[in-house]
């Protein structure tokens, strides 16, 4: 059976005969015959258990693809969100004439999550099987066959290390408890040996962990002011008089300075996530004002979808922030919309005096 998507062009393949005089060639033309043809899928339906991530999922066969001469024949097993492929992944790739191929539930679940399927709902993956000879030379395309899938939701890729404020000087005091919601983190920058933080502290000491809950990752006074140490017996870092300070931390060097500021006496009566990480851009999710430092707001294991936000006060537009980056930043007075590219649970840190944000998925 040929598909109307064959390529109709005939490609020429030049074989040397051996043959002692070497202005004795023949022209060999290889011409397609059929298109490979996708026979059978193992499954019509698909509910991918996240528990069992390497168990075999799908299975593809196909029957060969034929050209006029014998030769070696590589498949490409495609994947797409809608009919006419607009969008597509490779599921896999087989040489030698294979005409079949197995794919994990963590593989198709992959591919439903870049071709945009929605996590925990049934969509629609449509499968076909290109054939090639040599690297994409003279291919051939089968007809597209389709399986409902329900995929499951995966962890964002987070590949940042998070450092919290402990102490009593700080909003979480020292009980350090992985539950311990007023640990606030530090800003993250560009450099990941590099952190800030700027808000309220109380005269008092503190310190800064990498877990919630562990005291294992610590850094402390180190041998003077403006060093830090990692030993756990180390001394406390210490805010002089209760106020607002900025303080920056190079894990690398073991340095930090700590040295008062000035914020915006403004404080606001709410402040919110709009966007379509809530849906749409007419739903606000309220975050919580701390009780600690009035420029502090949080909401924990929030479910927010892929999408954009802002930050916006009192649920209107008059003052919004927005950034260009993910999971953190310094957002702006009418800055870009945040882009978020995974649905998951997260915990949103934003401080409304510095526009800095913090969003960290939730293990």
Known sequence: MKNTHIFKAVFALAILIGLSSCQDR???LVENSSA???MDLSSEHLFLDKNFPDNPALNVNWSQATYSVPVEVGY???ASGTKDFAKKVVLGT???SIRTSTFTVKQINAATKTLGLSPDVEGTMYVRVISSLGVGQMTSMSNATSVKVTPYKTSPIYLYQDLFLIGAATAGGWDNLATNNNLLPLLKTSDPTKYTFTGYFKADGFKIIKVKGSWTDQ???????GTLSTDGGSGNLSAPTAGYYKLTVDILALTYTFVPVTVPATTYTSISIIGTVNGNFNNDTELVQSTFDPHMWQ???VDLNDGEFKF???NAWDTNWGGSTEFFGTATQGGANIPLSSAWKYDVYFNDATGSYTIIPVK
């Open 26 to 28: 023949e022209n060999i």
């Open 36 to 38: 490979p043809i996708v």
């Open 76 to 78: 490409k097993i495609e």
């Open 94 to 96: 087989v040489a030698q």
């Open 219 to 225: 850094f402390g006074l180190g041998a003077g002011a």
């Open 299 to 301: 909401i924990m294991g």
């Open 312 to 314: 916006r006060a009192n």
